[in-house]
């Protein structure tokens, strides 16, 4: 029954991003990317968020500041489809999100359950909190800054995915 409650609850939710998107295609073929307004005289763009793969850098949480993992480290991804996959550098995750100008919507995540302590037991809790619901973008350069309505807030720098090479 909950995870029927559940999918209801995100089909109304995607129908909903979607009517709100739509209807304002003004024809070109640009996409627009949170914190890139192109006119503020920055030499830096900012990296697509869709696509790249972004490393956790510090959390801010709780009162407290955290930096990232070095080892595994704690990342995201979403691909063009919305598709999310991720670490929290303890725990895997995946789920989907809309990305829009200066927010991204994550519906709720699925992770795996293993046990965390200490800094690494924090950044999993925070990490996965803050990845729920809306949350604001700002983007500069290769540095994303995602920030959650209870005012806790993730730092991430872009980075290339992992070698797969022997």
């Given amino acids: 029954m909950v995870m029927r409650r559940l999918g209801t609850l995100a089909a109304v939710a995607g ?8 209807g304002n295609d003004s ?4 996409t627009a990317v949170p914190g890139d307004s192109g006119s503020d ?16 850098e510090e959390l801010q949480a709780t009162g ?23 670490s929290t ?10 990305v ?3 927010s991204i919507t994550f519906q709720p995540l699925i992770s795996t359950r293993r046990g965390c302590s200490g800094d690494l037991g924090q950044i999993d809790n925070s990490m996965l909190q803050v990845l729920s619901g809306e949350v604001t973008v700002e ?22 995915a992992p070698s797969t090479d022997l």
Avoid: K
């Fill in 41 to 56: 005289g920055s030499t830096e763009p900012a990296v697509p968020i869709v696509g790249s793969r972004w490393v956790l």
């Fill in 139 to 160: 983007a500069s350069g290769d540095t994303l800054t995602l920030t959650n309505a209870d005012g806790n807030s993730l730092t991430m720098v872009m980075s290339d």
């Fill in 100 to 102: 829009g100008d200066s």
């Fill in 64 to 86: 407290a500041t955290v930096a990232g993992p070095s080892d595994p480290e704690a990342y995201f991804e979403i691909d063009e489809n919305g598709d999310v996959t991720g």
């Fill in 27 to 30: 024809g070109d073929d640009t």
């Fill in 89 to 98: 550098g303890c725990n895997g995750f995946s789920g989907s999100a809309e």
């Fill in 15 to 22: 129908i909903a991003l979607l009517a709100a998107c739509g």
